[in-house]
């Protein structure tokens, strides 16, 4: 790159840090430090945002890319059949999840999803390369992100394996932070992060902070900020359910639930994202922007579809009555924010609960 090119690159990044810090994304100092030290832009050199037209290809020779490299929004950077499955975090997110993270001197910490390499850098910036431990599932995404990250100063450890499982080899860690959606927090991850640890990850459409007890438990609740990352998955698979199909034989009923609720309120769509996991949603409007119809799907097969008062059903969950169930605890219990929720996890399984941990969510299962 020019010295054109990293003198404005560092003008960008200041102005970003700059807009964040006002909105209160970015309130420690020591992370605006970190933040304006390490450049994103050798991370994403090419990437694809959405238009009206489709997706579009930006690589370091559009004349915008720069500009776009450093607003505060996530980047597909692979798309597998069309489909995004790595991105780089929008920063003002990233940045909410690492200091929610509160990591000190001395902590060694585990990144699930290295991705693109730049969540790495900051963590190594902060805590120095040899304390960061980094898992990608994907072969080519992991030889890139280490080239990336020694050539701009950094080499913490990079596996390549499945996340879920951790990296035990250097464990126990102090911090671990998950960089892609998931239903269930693996519990295989209780077993590598020390007694009053902290787990920072994803689940469904929040993020979750977790403190790990001495018994080895992890408990605690969801930050207030939206938070919608690309699933968790297995090497050569997107990690989103495809779509089945209109099956054969179909259930029906009527509903009274306004299908302009479930498209439009995000607060309401968070709690779906609990109790009806691993699902998919599609939403056809109007002609005055209003929804006329709901169709969701997972990769167990579910279907639903409820449109003109009509909802129908196939497959092993019922998903409309799981958005009916969801909606009821939504209204009876206020409307609450991300916050009121929590989770439990332990070695036998995960709890989802509001207000309380006695207070457990129905959840149905993960299709995963």
């Known amino acids: 790159m020019t010295t054109h ?32 030290a390490v450049a994103r832009h050798p991370y994403v ?36 059949e069309g489909v995004a499955t790595s991105s780089s975090t929008a920063p003002g997110l990233m940045l909410v999840m690492l200091q929610a993270l509160d990591v000190a001197d001395g902590h060694r910490v585990l990144e699930i999803a290295t991705g693109t390499g730049y969540n790495a850098a900051l963590l190594s910036e902060r805590l120095g390369s040899h304390q960061v431990v980094t898992v990608e599932v994907d072969p080519v995404l992991a030889r890139l992100a280490r080239s990336r990250l020694r050539r701009s100063g950094y080499t913490p450890l990079i596996h390549t394996g499945d ?49 790990v007890a001495d018994d080895g438990r992890a408990e605690g609740r969801f930050l207030p900020v939206g938070s919608y990352f690309m699933a968790v998955r297995d090497t050569g698979t997107t990690g989103t359910p495809s779509h089945p199909g209109r099956p054969d034989t179909t259930t029906g009923r009527v509903t009274g639930l306004d299908l302009n609720v479930v498209a439009g309120d995000e607060a309401f769509r968070f709690v779906l ?12 409007p109007g002609e005055e922007g209003q929804v006329t119809a709901v169709e969701l799907w997972g990769s167990d097969g579910a279907w639903a579809r409820a449109e003109d008062g009509v909802v129908r059903q196939a497959g092993p969950r019922l998903l409309w009555d799981a958005v ?38 129905p959840c149905a299962a993960a299709t995963g």
Do not use: M, N
Request: charged share 25%; aromatic share 10%; hydrophobic share 40%.
């Open 45 to 80: 050199p090419e990437f694809w945002t959405l238009t009206s037209e489709g997706q579009r290809r930006v690589t370091f020779a559009d004349p915008d890319w720069l500009d776009l490299v450093y607003a505060d929004d996530a980047l597909a950077t692979q798309l597998t």
């Open 273 to 284: 994202s609990l109790i009806a996991p691993d699902t998919a949603f599609a939403f056809e």
């Open 324 to 361: 009916e169930a969801a909606h009821e605890l939504y209204v009876e219990h206020g409307r609450p924010g991300r916050e009121r929720f929590g989770v439990t996890v332990t070695a036998e399984g995960q709890r989802i609960w509001l207000d309380a941990p006695s207070r457990s969510l």
């Open 163 to 211: 996340g879920r499982e951790g990296h035990p080899g250097r464990a126990p860690y102090d911090r671990l932070i998950a960089t892609c959606g998931f239903s269930e927090v693996p519990s295989a991850w209780l077993e590598q992060v020390k007694p009053a640890g902290l787990i920072v990850c994803p689940v469904g459409w929040g993020t979750v902070r977790l403190v």
């Open 5 to 36: 090119t990293e003198e404005r690159a560092a003008e960008l990044r200041a102005a970003l840090a700059d807009d964040l810090e006002a909105d209160g994304q970015l309130a420690d100092p020591a992370w605006r430090k970190v933040f304006e």
